[in-house]
């Protein structure tokens, strides 16, 4: 089991831990998840997502067209320290990883689920050309700083990050050092990813906490993610799902999605001009009851129509809060939908994404 | 009014008469964090000791509450249904889950007095 460079400083805060793609994650602190998903949407909250890759790709013409083979972005459009959300497709246009790219001096910079990033590896070496090096930094943490006053807290201890635009990165100095920080995240709420030498990332992450900001684990990011109606990896995307069904054809770009060329694109052509079979959505149960990851979903004549790939409660909308597949026909907001719970069904209806209005600074 | 037992899976028991009061350890609590959900019993439901008799959830798992005896039950606590939290708040108390009329007194000797919880707590983290 790895541990992140935080480890320590996480356990004097209280953390408990659980094993989580083969790292030994903090799932919360003392506060408890509900506390700690409030403390982000009011205040401020830093998560340790170290656990995730951190790669970097030497960037020519000649890797930006490889990648192009298995991103499906158009990578003349990224500008300069612009990040996009994109994913790795496979053969039968599945999706192997979603991950979040940035172009960087010298090449890109590629953020990759820890429980997939050996082999996003694979098969983006396959795609490179000889000559194109990459690397998985593992001198590097990643932190992520969100919620409503993660600029101010932010910006007193690296001077300028106001600056930065959503999706939008630089290079900045800390104790010397050179740090990346991306305005990003994945709770729903304006806020920053900060790229950091490991030696560095105690007395920077102690900085946030001085500030204010409260420690978040695995725990409430799940619940917040939620809310914010963003997919997770291995439960609303995997090798089966391609992003027309995941509802995430904005991430293909406009230019790819008209001239393909990239790897399942006959089958993510075909879902693009016939529409799919099943399609993600957005579940909202009308009482508390929480329908959890597997829940069968039925159609109000009786018939099983598709199933929950993620549900918890949402402390923020004070509700159960769910996403999963539906068969395409019945996906209409507002369908009224039932759930199979302990033998049981139970009222639900389509919800609109996400359940919580996002607030990026744009 | 006697003391409180408490089983093996973190329910407790309170004896008064005839009838005895269940609810789940504040320990038990703790090891499922914000309890977000709670489903109880139905009054006049007969329930054989260990049975599944609620469930609760928190924003990670759901987890079962079985009876740790045999009866019918009397009367399930709704503020908990209404406001989960509540039993976060006061497990051992004003969170309590049902009220059962016993069936058999003597199955409560195979349960633990509050020092052989301490201790099996103790024994078996987590």
């Known amino acids: ?362 | 009014m006697s003391e409180k037992k408490y089983s093996k899976k973190h329910e407790w028991v309170l004896l008064n008469g005839e009838s005895a009061t269940v609810g789940i350890s504040k320990h038990a609590t703790e090891m499922l964090g914000d309890i977000v959900f709670v489903e109880l019993p139905e009054k006049g439901k007969s329930l054989n000791k260990d049975e599944k008799a609620a469930v609760v959830e928190s924003t990670k798992a759901a987890s079962d509450v079985y009876t740790p005896v045999s009866g019918e039950i009397l009367e399930n606590n709704q503020p908990i249904v209404d406001d989960p939290s509540n039993v976060n708040k006061d497990p051992e108390n004003n969170g309590w889950f049902f009220k059962i009329k016993i069936k058999n007194k003597s199955e409560l000797d195979s349960l633990m007095s509050p020092a052989d919880y301490e201790k099996f707590k103790k024994d078996n983290p987590n």
């Open chain 1, 1 to 362: 089991m790895e541990k992140t460079a935080l480890y320590n400083f996480h356990k004097n805060l209280g953390a408990k831990f659980v094993p989580f793609a083969g790292y030994e994650m903090p799932i919360q602190y003392k506060d408890g998840i509900v506390k700690e998903h409030i403390s982000t949407r009011l205040y401020a909250g830093f998560f340790d997502v170290s656990h995730m890759g951190q790669l970097f790709i030497s960037g020519n013409k000649f890797s930006e067209d490889s990648l192009e083979k298995i991103i499906p972005l158009d990578f003349k459009e990224i500008k300069m320290n612009q990040s996009k959300y994109s994913f790795l497709i496979n053969d039968e246009g599945g999706v192997i990883d979603d991950l979040i790219i940035t172009r960087v001096e010298g090449g890109f910079s590629i953020i990759l689920n820890a429980a997939c990033k050996d082999n996003d590896i694979k098969e983006i070496s396959k795609c490179l050309n000889t000559n194109s090096k990459y690397e998985l930094k593992k001198d590097l943490s990643l932190i992520a700083l969100q919620g409503p006053k993660s600029e101010s807290i932010l910006e007193s201890i690296v001077n300028g990050i106001k600056q930065l635009k959503f999706m939008n990165g630089g290079y900045f100095d800390f104790e010397g050092n050179k740090i990346y920080i991306t305005r990003s995240g994945y709770t729903g709420e304006d806020g920053f990813e900060i790229s950091i030498p490991n030696i560095n990332v105690e007395n920077f992450t102690k900085l946030l906490s001085d500030k204010g900001a409260k420690p978040i684990g695995l725990g409430a990011r799940d619940t917040l993610r939620l809310e914010a109606g963003l997919c997770l990896y291995g439960h609303e995307l995997n090798q089966n799902i391609n992003p027309i069904q995941a509802n995430l054809k904005w991430a293909i770009s406009k230019r790819r999605r008209e001239e393909g060329g990239f790897k399942g694109w006959e089958n993510i052509k075909k879902d693009l001009q016939n529409g799919v079979s099943k399609i993600r959505i957005g579940v909202k149960p009308s009482g508390r009851i929480i329908a959890r990851e597997g829940t069968k979903i039925f159609s109000s004549s009786n018939e099983e129509i598709g199933v929950i790939t993620s549900g918890t409660f949402g402390p923020s909308v004070n509700s159960p809060v769910a996403m999963g597949y539906i068969k395409s026909k019945f996906s209409e907001i507002n369908s009224k939908i039932f759930l199979e719970v302990r033998g049981k069904k139970h009222e639900a209806v389509v919800s609109k994404l996400p359940f919580y209005k996002k607030s990026y600074v744009k």
